[in-house]
């Protein structure tokens, strides 16, 4: 079963928030003509007013001509895309064209998905005529790695491709960029780039490559990344230390929500005014972390503990067990680290939330014996 895009008319997969296609909110989709439910929607957007103050002076740079890149870090549920989502609805309202690239985690994927993402996208929103132009005489070092550009447009100019690896790879990296300018000519360009701590080395180095040579186009480049997923070696910690080196790059990193923030979430998903107690409890629970917020607000609200006439102490007693939403984030967090960290960290939480090292060490020590 599949929805209808309302911006794009794009078919996604039945369960989706945004769509595939231009990234927008799938929440007003329409369903298809077998009359599919539409999807619910979402949390409020509540809080982030300097950050997305920051980012939509960027986007104001950007489409003056002063080309941008903001990346935005933080950890799973905290809002990254939900911000990505409203600078790219601020591009629209402006006439800005907004695409998006979104890395998987699963493996498998092709090398640049997220930019054979994007440009999909735009093939599938203009005419030949138009495609034509934007790809421009080296459009065929395009085609080569975009099966569907080859497929509509068979006849595109033929172009020498060099032998040398590095070579050919330069004259896709050039053709690539001016592709994307020749894009933003037209009414300025907001690429956003979806969780990039998944994708794949060459379309970091390429990103690398485009962050170097847009400081004078309407071109902004938004990309969102998970910080505790970087290590020295990871590739995108390269790619953060060249991009740095601009000085029309900046970063963001999200933290949690704060206190009143919180409070305006948890009405906004509970529908009614939360004990101010109870919001106490689940915002200790949380540390402001949106996701986590509104999964715990889901469970509270369907276990009945959140009502005019209840207190924190329900909350309390309903907080010891964690929604499913929650546990599958941790899970995965979890999954990734080794056996003994795991132990270890079991070994922690029986202890609490502050604890002293020689107090976790002894524990260990007899839990490994």
């Known amino acids: 079963m599949t929805l209808i895009c309302s911006a794009c008319r794009r078919e996604n997969r039945h369960g989706a928030a945004f769509c595939d296609g231009c990234g927008g909110s799938l929440s007003a989709a329409a369903p298809p003509p077998s009359g599919a439910q539409l999807v619910s929607g979402d949390r409020a957007f509540v809080g982030r007013g300097e950050e997305l103050a920051k ?68 093939a599938l929103e203009h005419d030949d005529a138009a495609l034509r132009t934007a790809l421009g005489r080296t459009g065929a070092h395009i085609a080569a790695i975009v099966e569907t550009l080859a497929d509509r447009l068979p006849d595109l100019p033929a172009v020498s491709r060099a032998s040398d690896p590095d070579q050919a790879r330069f004259q896709l990296f050039d053709a690539l960029t001016s592709f994307w300018k020749r894009v933003a000519g037209i009414s300025g360009l907001l690429l956003v780039l979806d969780n990039l701590h998944t994708t794949d080395a060459a379309s970091l180095r390429f990103l690398e490559f485009l962050a170097s040579e847009i400081s004078s186009d309407r071109i902004m480049v938004l990309g969102t990344y998970r910080d505790i997923e970087l290590t020295r070696q990871h590739p995108l910690s390269n790619t953060l230390g060249e991009l740095a080196r601009h000085p029309w790059v900046n970063r963001l990193r999200l933290t949690g929500l704060s206190l009143p923030e919180a409070t305006e979430l948890v009405k906004s998903v509970a529908g009614r005014e939360p004990p101010r107690d109870l919001v106490q409890v689940v915002f200790g629970q949380t540390e402001g972390n949106p996701l986590f917020l509104q999964e715990i607000t889901r469970y509270l609200a369907h276990e009945g503990v959140i009502g005019a006439d209840r207190s924190a102490a329900g909350g309390s007693i309903a907080l010891r067990r964690i929604p499913e939403g929650i546990r599958e984030v941790i899970g995965t967090r979890l999954n990734r680290l080794s056996r003994t960290c795991n132990q270890v960290l079991s070994g922690a939480a029986v202890i609490g939330r502050a604890f002293r090292l020689d107090l976790l060490t002894r524990l260990d020590e007899r839990l490994s014996s």
């Open 55 to 122: 980012l939509a002076n960027d986007l104001d740079a950007a489409l003056d001509g002063n080309g941008r890149v903001a990346m935005v870090a933080g950890e799973p549920g905290i809002g990254k895309t939900r911000i990505a989502h409203r600078i790219a609805a601020e591009a629209k309202v402006r006439g800005t064209l907004v695409l998006w690239g979104r890395c998987k985690e699963e493996p498998g994927a092709p090398p640049y998905w997220p930019w054979l993402q994007a440009i999909d996208a735009f």
